[in-house]
């Protein structure tokens, strides 16, 4: 598997942008928005993905919640290589605690994503392939991850716009 960390930098000064709008410019490689969801491409090598950041984050630690400092939160469905199926990945903005997982709760299905540092992934094309899927049918999708000082967080991203921006996405890699 690879990660986005080359992608999150651009990715997530352009969803930022998204919301405050001053750093919209920043980057170019911002190809569509829709709604909730962007989509962007690179050339090399071709990748291309449909991001969100979250609408609504909360942080608890022993049951109260509190406030921490975080890096970007991102969900992202990539493409790359010529393949049509999604892979799903998360970062949190912080390191994740050492063989813990991230919850993710699309209606009432519920997906197990891997960490590895600050990152998040399905173990398997088949369970992206499950994600990706729930996603497109979902209004919102709740990740549930555990850091590595023992903060819970519990991040919420709409899916308003997530069909467009991944079919966008995918027929931009296809080639």
Not at 29 to 38: G, M, P
Not at 67 to 94: A, P
Not at 157 to 165: C, D, H, V
Request: glycine share 12%; with cysteine; proline share 3%.
């Amino acid at each position: 598997m690879t990660f986005p960390i080359l992608r999150a930098t651009g990715a997530a000064l352009l969803v930022a942008g998204m919301t405050t709008g001053a750093l919209a410019q920043v980057s170019t490689n911002r190809v569509a928005a829709n709604t909730d969801w962007s989509v962007f491409v690179e050339d090399s090598p071709k990748e291309c993905w449909g991001v969100s950041a979250p609408k609504e984050t909360v942080n608890t630690k022993d049951g109260k919640a509190v406030s921490v400092r975080r890096g970007d939160i991102l969900l992202f469905v990539s493409f790359r290589g010529g393949k049509t199926t999604g892979e799903v990945s998360f970062t949190g903005g912080y390191p994740f605690a050492g063989g813990s997982t991230v919850a993710m709760e699309v209606g009432s299905t519920k997906f197990d994503l891997f960490t590895d540092g600050e990152w998040a992934w399905s173990g398997s094309p088949e369970d992206d392939a499950k994600i990706v899927a729930a996603l497109r049918g979902g209004s919102a999708a709740t990740l549930t991850a555990r850091s590595a000082r023992g903060t819970q967080t519990k991040d919420t991203f709409s899916l308003l716009g997530i069909t467009a921006a991944l079919d966008e996405a995918a027929k931009r890699c296809a080639n």
